[in-house]
């Protein structure tokens, strides 16, 4: 059964977008007046937020300088380049290069968070001190001076700025320092999942210190969790690229063995500790193998009569369905229950690049945002029908998702959680809990601040899109209707067919076709390219008499002949 179903997982890999559309639609299983209930619902969700208190310091951001504005590309790929800048004099010209050739004055004022007019004036002053537009006369030859001898003033007045604004994102830079300042919102009612900041192993050092990190931060956790349930107790998030150094499909033989042993010792502490424990979702080409990661250690005894080993579940992606039913089936077989997160994926403009540049047959992704959205309604129907074996938590900051999920619910409010990242979505979460009475959980990052820039711009790549949830919720002139648009409707307008705009990975170039890639990746493909190889395998072997002849193919015999 479990095998049946991973087989058309792995078939479903790069999938025609409109095929599968239909079918979760289907899945989905919602008529009009249902649909029309959900964007209702959602609607009044939205004028509550703008009703309500000033939106989170993330919005209130991305709505100044989100992905649309230059000036927000600037400043995530100076965010993002500072992470590899060694040097003070390339960091001199990389802010040179991103912030003097913008008109950050067009931003002041037009913000309501001070926070974010503070950024915009300290990003215009900075940008008129390097200006090197004017450099004649003595005003430029002042400009200059002043420059020289601002430079270091300045590089440290933008990294600490940057750093700023990373820090609004995290809860605290130790896990005692986030616990104390989660206090608040534990009153409120919020409960935590911990995610330690922190990019992926590039050594087996880097992965020994990581682990050891998990281990402090679940001990320290677990001084914390005052219940039996698990569901009312902190939990922590891990990332298997943080775990070992070579996370990848081509090493999966010497890979799953030592990453399930590293997982385990972990899950064994979270489970001493009654914690939760989350095993976040990466790129997709890293499902496969994570699937076999958590099925070598959820099959260990000793994790049995626990109920809180967590996967995430990516709806961006064609496999979703299967990945439930495949966890389900395992749940089933080895008598557990598991906890599932539902996200929508945070790793989309990636997914789409590498399968441009590396010539494949699509996306292993939505393209088009609706489609997405109505994969995770369709994701939740199956989710919300999985409930004896599988504890759904729906994390999403988008109005319309979450209306869905309640209405999926129907009367029911327990047996799910929704979920939020710390510093997003606060004002409506706190509306769908005060209204519904669903729990609500927020995943804090916790990290020092050299780690907080990749985590910011993990978050604008997410969420900085105009035609995304949280960039819209802050802009007034975008209508709630508009907002709360049924994504089925969408797609009934504009077919569920991949995006026109987006160059399929064969048509990236104007004057030919890309050349076909091999994705060593994906397990199908790797059976492929076996299969054809198999043929030409080399017919020697050492044993104990030395090298001898095993077998000879026929296109071996031909190639030695001639
Ligand atoms: P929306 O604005 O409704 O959706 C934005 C999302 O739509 C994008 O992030 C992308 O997934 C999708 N999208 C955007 N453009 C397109 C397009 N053209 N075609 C198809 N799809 C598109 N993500 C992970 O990958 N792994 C995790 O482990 C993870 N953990 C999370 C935990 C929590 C508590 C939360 C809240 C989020 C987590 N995420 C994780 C991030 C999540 O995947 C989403 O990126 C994020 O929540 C935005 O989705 P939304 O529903 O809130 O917003």
Redesign the pocket.
Known sequence: MMDAIRARMRESAIADEAKVLNQLVDTAGLTLGEREAIADHAVRMIQAVRNGASHGMMEEFLGEYGLSSKEGVALMCLAEALLRVPDAETIDELIQDKIASHDWSTHLGSSDSSLVNASTWALMLTGRVIDEDDSSGIVGALRGVVRRLGEPVVRVAVLRAMREMGAQFVLGRTIDEAISNGADARDDGYTF?Y?RLGEAARTEDDAQRYHGAYSQAISAISLRATSDDTRENPGI?V?LSALHPRYEYGQREDVVPVLAGRVLQLACAAKDGALGF?????EQDRLDLSLDVIEAVLRDERLAGWDGFGV?V???GPRAPFVLDWLYALAEELDRKIMV?L??????DTE?KRAQVLGLDGFP?????????VS?IACARKLMQMTDRIYP?F????A??AAAVLHLAGKRREGFEF???HG??EALHDVVMAESGVRC???APVGAHRDLLAYLVRRL???G?N??????IVDDDVPPETIARDPFLTIEDQGPAA?PV?DRPSAIFDRRVNSKGWDITDPLTVAAIEAGRAPFAAPYQWGKEGLSLIHISEPTRQAEIS
């Open positions: 999942f995610e998030s990332k989350n095993i976040d979702a990466e995430v990516q709806a961006y997160r996200v929508k994926g945070a790793y989309w789409i992704v939505f393209t088009r945002k609706p489609n997405t959205d995770y938590q994390a999403t900051h988008n319309h998702t979920q939020r990242l997003m979505g959980r927020i995943y790549l997410e969420n899109a035609s995304f949830f949280v960039h819209q995006s987006i």
